[in-house]
């Protein structure tokens, strides 16, 4: 950590340098729970994919029946009006904390790739669907007016991004998410409120940043995965006290860069249907063998955030993906 940046967080009196922890300890019960997991691709046609979710659910259950809130941060259907209904229908047929919330992910606008027959048909794309009609499907299981938006959570701050246009819109945007010139400037005001409680920001966005967390050095044909990319880490930055969750890389949480401290915290959700790992090659990473199945377990604390990677497939903490945010007051 650069003396420069230490400066800058003792002065904001927020946060103290994140620092990672291999043995987080619980000390107490924690003031706010949640967990965080993405990538769960509820597809009709596969019934795994349902059954991977339901079992991530019955786990994060058995670990904590008193969570706050559940997130999904993206890719939670491949856009079918059918996926959603699965989606729904799992969840309520499982437990889950009472606050669901959600962010979209690019395949949320995958339907635009199949034809009637659900097949899939990149030469007749968009197979008649808009980008707008992909959002709407989504706005109507999460209940929101739109893709960003904020809710705060026993006085704790929580903020949801998403893209707002797919390849109908222009075909340049590719996977990456496009945040809007308003959805930035409703952030940059969201989080300077939000700073003045003293207490941790949570972000959430599907896509992550270039070069930061797994899986993004090599992720993507641009290496570029959110479109203002640019804009958005220098609003970021200036708010030590964030703490932003992303998907997308399906990188596993064992990997080193799980969790990337810079002027804020970074850090990845792997994936409850399909975890890859880093198979060594310039290209990019490979689906871990086996079964697996991953997601985070978020407890805030007076002093401290605690990050908690869990396997549930092996019902299991990850070991080297356990981290501790301290908070100064």
């Not at 509820?42 to 349902?50: D, L, N, R, S």
């Not at 797994?214 to 030590?240: M, W």
Request: glycine share 6%.
């Amino acid at each position: 950590m650069k003396k420069t940046l230490l400066t800058t967080l003792l002065t904001a009196s927020i946060l103290a340098v994140p620092t990672i922890s291999s043995h987080a300890q619980n000390t107490g019960k924690p003031v706010l729970s949640f967990p965080v997991i993405s990538d769960i691709h509820i597809q009709a046609p596969q019934p795994k994919t349902q059954q991977k979710f339901a079992a991530a659910l019955q786990d994060l259950r058995n670990v904590n029946p008193a969570a706050d809130a559940l997130i999904i941060n993206g890719d939670l259907t491949d856009g079918e009006p059918a996926d959603y209904q699965k989606l729904k229908e799992t969840l309520q047929h499982n437990p889950h904390p009472p606050r669901v919330y959600y962010t979209i992910g690019n395949h949320e606008f995958f339907k635009a790739w199949h034809n009637k027959n659900r097949v899939r048909s990149a030469a007749t794309f968009p197979n008649g669907e808009t980008d707008h009609a992909s959002i709407a499907r989504f706005l109507s299981l999460t209940g929101e007016k739109s893709v960003y938006h904020a809710k705060v959570i026993k006085g704790y701050t929580f903020v949801f991004l998403g893209s707002e246009q797919y390849r109908q819109s222009n075909p340049n945007n590719l996977e990456d998410a496009y945040l809007s010139k308003k959805q930035l400037n409703w952030l940059e005001q969201t989080l300077t409120k939000a700073s003045q409680t003293g207490k941790p920001i949570f972000v959430f966005l599907h896509q992550p940043l270039p070069r930061t967390v797994s899986g993004t050095y090599t992720c993507c044909t641009n290496n570029r995965a959110v479109i203002q990319h640019a804009e958005l880490k220098d609003i970021l930055n200036r708010f030590p006290e964030v703490i932003l969750f992303t998907g997308h890389t399906h990188w596993e949480l064992k990997l080193p860069k799980t969790f990337v401290q810079d002027n804020f915290t970074m850090v990845n959700t792997s994936s409850v249907v399909q975890p890859w790992t880093d198979n060594g090659q310039p290209g990019g990473g490979t689906p871990v063998k086996g079964e697996a199945s991953e997601g985070l377990v978020v407890n805030v604390y007076p002093d401290k955030v605690e990050i908690k990677g869990r396997s549930f497939t092996k019902k299991s903490w990850i070991s080297g993906a356990q981290f501790t945010v301290p908070i100064s007051h």
